[in-house]
């Protein structure tokens, strides 16, 4: 069966065609002719695509093969060229070559015209194959992305796709107009050279690597590379992914098992260490009230021992913030009064060469949030601005109403309405735009490594947001900070047991309480503080003896335990001697609130729960709630 062939005929003489026509039927072929006699006539035939082969005479009257052929290449087309002709002599011949025609053939011999014409199909299905396949590597090595170059062994990158661009922001002229090693980190230059020496070497295995470059735009980009060498061709070849957001996801990692770890040991250390402050804050309440109102000598001194017990206890509760283990206790707050509270403690944490001045309006409005976290936001913007002055500075803190409208709302990521601002400014050093856009992101920091964690900020975002609040951050660098808080102004009175923590209280009562603590100096403590209130007080250092006062007392109004003991927790004690009386009224006391026993308690019923460590007021305001809601 004859094989289709169509083919543009280049030629005047029609008898001329006809031999060609002749000759390739003889050879099997079933051509298909079109003869063209112009170059008008061959741009047109070139319109219409499916040529198998071109063949044209050398000479027409008004036009050639070398005229045919430029048309034919101009157009793209690398259809199979080849001429005939009557008479070509071999510098003619050479001529046709170097023009590009794949074979010349006189007339007179067109027997070699099926030959040279099934030899240049065959060729050129192959040319089109490999035409195909790097077609295919090109379109892999300009869309793949990750980065590929070609590198010499004199270190200067020979060619590289478009991902370097899109990774780095370099142009390719860029990158190949100097060493690459250049724009690779100093730390690592001296790693990366010793891997290209390698490879220069010869070794024959791929190898693998990390390191990092600078990118345009003054980042830095960690890149995890394979390449391997080609000693022949003095090349390198190399692919590269961008890592760096696994870098950052690896090194956040880190911190979160970091901190996760120090949160399980402050969880695990704060029942006890709970337990030692409240004795602390309780004995240190007991002797102060029972000093001479003119000895205030000893009065500061134990307030100063107070103090230390409560700066322990704020940062046990950080410890537990960080990791997600702290009880949150959400109440009417006066913000004003927050602040006011934690200022001597803030003029000790910023140091002497800091100038720290707190202001407020003369009326501010309440806020509903956790007490002590609120402290921890102020604490972590004091703490930030005092790192931005290492030299000293002024710090102001001012608390004012805000009633926020339109873009001002828009700005601060809130509603419109009323707010309590929290405004925190520094002289220091102020920060960038780069760097504003990230100060809220988990484990981000500018501090060296060993001198910040990245959750400050971070904690104050979460809790801000948790309130309902948004911030506002002005800074430029050189000039200072500015952060204003926005916490969403409530309309109810403070609630805020702070004011009078340390005050003496005479709160007290008649009932009984089944005091049950396995601390003893702290078991000691409670039960002489609500002893001297009035209360008949049973103490148990175990369940098991409680269960055994519970069953023999004759009147029991209050079993108050600790939640976390030894042979059994404060939940199952506390249920089952409720079974046996079903009007005694629970208060739990707990410092390790990751505990299972502590939970599924509801943070909000403050008569059922208190957290330790806590001041003698804080103990007898608690049992006194808890004893009333009984008649409630």
């Not at 690779?184 to 290209?196: N, S, Y």
């Not at 004011?499 to 078991?523: F, I, K, N, Y």
């Amino acid at each position: 069966m004859s094989a289709p062939l169509r083919v543009l005929l280049v030629e005047d003489t029609p008898s001329d065609a006809k031999l060609v026509e002749r000759s390739l039927r003889a050879a099997g072929f079933a051509p298909e002719i079109e003869r063209v006699e112009d170059q008008e006539a061959l741009q047109a035939a070139l319109d219409r695509q499916g040529w198998d082969i071109v063949i044209s005479d050398w000479s027409l009257p008004t036009f050639g093969a070398v005229a045919a052929l430029e048309v034919v290449r101009g157009r793209g087309l690398e259809v199979p060229f080849l001429i005939v002709s009557g008479t070509i002599g071999e510098e003619t011949a050479v001529a046709a070559l170097r023009a590009g025609a794949q074979d010349f053939l006189l007339k007179d011999k067109l027997a070699r015209l099926g030959p040279a014409v099934e030899r240049e199909l065959r060729e050129g299905r192959v040319r089109a194959e490999l035409r195909r396949r790097q077609e295919e590597v090109e379109r892999f090595f300009n869309l793949s992305l990750d980065l590929l170059c070609i590198s010499g062994f004199d270190g200067y990158l020979k060619r590289v796709n478009g991902a370097w661009q899109a990774t780095l922001g370099w142009m390719a002229e860029e990158l190949l107009a100097e060493p690459w090693m250049e724009r690779i980190h100093p730390d690592d230059r001296g790693a990366t050279a010793g891997v290209f020496d390698r490879l220069r070497a010869g070794t024959s295995k791929p190898l693998s690597f990390e390191n990092r470059w600078r990118a345009k735009d003054g980042a830095t980009r960690h890149l995890l590379w394979t390449a391997v060498a080609f000693p022949d061709e003095q090349r390198v070849y190399a692919a590269a992914r961008d890592i760096t957001d696994r870098k950052r996801a690896e090194q956040e990692l880190l911190q979160a098992q970091k901190m996760e770890a120090i949160g399980r040991l402050a969880g695990g250390v704060a029942h006890d260490f709970n337990n030692m402050l409240a004795v602390i804050l309780a004995v240190s309440d007991i002797v102060q009230s029972s000093l001479p109102e003119q000895d205030t000598t000893t009065r500061e001194d134990i307030e100063e021992i107070a103090a230390a017990a409560r700066r322990g206890a704020a940062l046990t509760r950080q410890l537990l913030a960080f990791s997600r283990r702290q009880v949150i206790n959400p109440r009417v707050l006066a913000l004003d009064a927050v602040v006011t509270g934690v200022e001597k403690m803030l003029r000790r944490v910023i140091g002497e060469d800091v100038e720290l001045s707190v202001s407020s309006a003369s009326e501010v409005g309440a806020i509903e949030a956790d007490a002590g976290q609120v402290e921890q936001v102020v604490l972590n913007l004091v703490v930030n601005a005092r790192d931005a002055m290492p030299s000293g500075g002024e710090l102001s803190i001012d608390v004012r109403d805000a009633d926020l409208e339109g873009a001002a709302a828009a700005h601060a990521g809130v509603g419109p309405g009323p707010y309590v601002a929290l405004r925190v400014t520094d002289t220091g050093c102020g920060m960038d735009a780069p760097t504003m856009a990230r100060i809220f992101e988990p484990f981000f920091t500018t501090k060296e490594v060993g001198k910040g964690t990245g959750l400050g900020l971070s904690m104050v975002f979460g809790v801000v947001k948790q309130t309902g609040g948004g911030i506002v951050v002005r800074s430029e660098v050189g000039r200072g900070t500015t952060f204003e808080v926005y916490f969403p102004r409530v309309s109810a009175e403070p609630t805020d047991d702070a004011a009078g923590a340390g005050a003496p209280t005479s709160v007290g009562g008649t009932e009984t309480v089944l005091l049950v603590e396995d601390d003893e100096q702290l078991r000691a403590v409670v039960r002489k503080v609500l002893a001297a209130r009035g209360y008949a007080v049973l103490e148990a250092r175990t369940a098991r003896a409680a269960l055994d006062l519970a069953k023999g007392a004759r009147a029991l109004h209050l079993l108050l335990t600790d939640l976390v003991m030894p042979e059994m927790d404060g939940r199952t004690l506390a249920e089952q001697i409720v079974a046996e009386r079903p009007g005694l009224r629970v208060l739990y006391m707990s410092g390790y609130t990751e505990h299972p026993a502590t939970r599924g308690l509801e943070p909000s019923a403050r008569d059922h729960f208190i957290e330790k460590p806590f001041t003698p007021a804080e103990i007898a305001r608690a049992v006194r709630r808890a004893l009333d809601a009984r008649r409630g």
